[in-house]
């Protein structure tokens, strides 16, 4: 028995009878047409919108300042392009899967933690990263290792405002990354022989240069799962399989780490991979490269060495034999 | 076979080796490549050949199967230049769109690039098949002569075959599917040669 006054609400405010019943009958119908709907469309699919984690996060317009850094001159890649064009072998290796596939990719709650050769080991919530700097639109040049390219609108800040926080160790020389990997989401892995979870690894001054991005989003809102979701590096004078995706972990290491692709075939990807079109690939040549968007005419064109970001980076490479550190 | 079937079966076959191209020409018309459009019409054209080769090769093994299907002898000429035709138009969208028909960019290709070689000689090896598929060229050889040159189209397809490995990355298994069907024909060859030795010496 309830013990404590009655809520005061006057008689007027009881619903009648009759509307009660018409509402109940309206919430059973649509609850009915839902699950027909969810039958028809897929029961996964329907999840995924009423899912509180994918549907806070789709299409959110993330608040922006304009950088000093972002890449003039070029004309954007399309949105759609940029969405559904897409190397994220977990999901499928055709380019056209990630789109389709990551729809599962939790993107929340999403941790980052910080490992190795660090004053002490971290975790930093995704939200904490949101909010660690402003968060910039850069536009940056796109070079795959399989000659195509993009102009893409980032969202994010330079990473080594991240890594100031890890506060790594002097011994620490190279910084690991490692992004999601769960069989069950990623149904696809198994359509390559490759070995996850995905690695990838940036010497230090590589990874603290100010282009080297932590990445939140694109065109203005949070990335789509396809691109990484919900926080990915970018680094574009590099090939793109050198942005790993996804990160859950950055380890700091004194020796250059294990690299996915490196691992499938040394001899194609370097860990280094800067863009340069005097080095070929050794089944391809790197001299030109496609851009995405445009006419089956009019896509060729010259590929810049460094991405054309040389100015900016030519100079971590002051010495080295490019052809010998690809 | 009935004379009209037959046309209705040919027209529907030519219809169907049409099909990759009329699909790309309408894609390129609407825009509608896909976002690299370069690499979509090269994937298709290079799957057009693969398939139809593998095709023309499933004749063989399902005649000696069946006399009932010797008919589909008359198809063989059809599918197999047709798969000529997409191997043209592949190694075309390679000279004129990815090397901008730049001679020195295509003969360092051709001489650095393994899946290049491959693909050239895969082409090579079909253009003397194309070249001899008139009925005049099978009378000016002589039949066994004939069959003896023609017999590379096995070369051909498992150089086609190759090409496909070496293009893609290590790791992706793709062509996997088209690799184990050509296994099954052209294995079908001897092992129903020697299935056919067998029953041959138990009579």
Not at chain 1, 215 to 244: C, H, I, M
Request: hydrophobic share 45%; net charge positive; glycine share 6%.
């Amino acid at each position: 028995m309830l013990i404590g006054k009655p809520p005061d609400i006057p008689s007027s405010e009881i619903t009648p009878r009759e509307l009660y019943e018409r509402y109940i009958n309206r919430r059973r119908f649509l609850r009915g047409a839902a699950a027909i709907g969810a039958a028809v469309l897929g029961a996964d699919r329907l999840a995924e919108v009423f899912d509180p984690r994918v549907r806070a996060l789709a299409g959110t317009k993330l608040q922006t300042v304009k950088s000093p850094l972002t890449t003039t001159g070029e004309e954007l890649t399309s949105y759609k392009d940029v969405t559904t064009y897409n190397n994220f072998y977990e999901f499928g290796v055709d380019k056209d899967q990630p789109a389709k596939n990551a729809g599962g990719l939790p993107t929340r709650p999403w941790t980052v933690r910080i490992e190795g050769l660090v004053k002490k080991p971290q975790t930093f919530d995704i939200e904490a990263l949101l909010r660690l700097r402003p968060l910039e639109d850069r536009v940056y040049r796109h070079r795959c290792v399989e000659a195509w390219s993009m102009v893409i609108p980032w969202v994010g800040y330079s990473l080594s405002e991240f890594i100031r926080q890890c506060e790594p160790l002097p011994s620490a020389k190279y910084v690991q990354f490692l992004s999601y990997f769960d069989k069950k989401v990623e149904k696809w892995q198994s359509e390559s022989s490759i070995f996850w979870p995905y690695s990838e690894g940036l010497r230090m001054d590589e990874a603290m240069h100010p282009l080297t991005m932590l990445t939140f989003g694109l065109y203005g809102e949070v990335l789509p799962n396809q691109n990484g979701a919900p926080v990915r590096v970018v680094v574009p004078w590099k090939y793109g399989f050198k942005s790993a995706k996804s990160i859950v972990a950055l380890r700091f290491v004194e020796k250059q780490p294990p690299t996915t692709w490196n691992d499938q075939s040394a001899r194609e990807y370097g860990f280094y991979s800067n863009v340069n079109p005097n080095v070929d690939h050794p089944r391809w040549s790197q001299r030109t490269e496609r851009r995405i968007g445009q006419a089956f005419y009019a896509q060729r064109r010259t590929t810049l060495l460094f991405n054309g970001y040389a100015d900016q980076v030519a100079s971590l490479y002051n010495g080295m034999d490019l052809r010998k550190y690809f | 076979m009935k004379r009209p079937i037959l046309i209705l079966l040919k027209t529907l076959t030519w219809l169907a080796c049409l099909y990759p191209l009329s699909a790309l020409v309408y894609g390129a018309v609407t825009n509608n490549l896909g976002a690299d459009p370069t690499a979509t019409i090269s994937f298709a054209t290079g799957l057009a050949t693969l398939r139809l080769l593998t095709i023309s090769l499933a004749i063989t093994p399902l005649r000696r199967l069946s006399s009932r299907l010797s008919w589909l002898i008359k198809f063989r000429r059809l599918l197999g230049l047709c798969a000529f035709f997409y191997a043209s138009l592949h190694m075309l969208t390679y000279i004129a769109l990815y090397a901008g028909f730049d001679i020195d960019a295509i003969t360092t290709d051709i001489a650095k690039r393994r899946f290049i070689t491959m693909g050239v000689v895969a082409w090579l090896l079909l253009l003397p098949l194309a070249a001899t598929s008139t009925t005049w060229a099978i009378r000016k050889l002589g039949g066994k002569r004939w069959n003896r040159l023609h017999k590379l189209v096995y070369l051909a397809a498992v150089c086609g075959v190759i090409h496909y490995w070496w293009q893609v990355k290590p790791g992706v298994l793709t062509p996997l599917t088209i690799t184990v069907i050509l296994g099954v024909l052209l294995l079908a060859r001897p092992v129903l040669d020697w299935m056919q030795r067998r029953r041959v010496q138990s009579v």
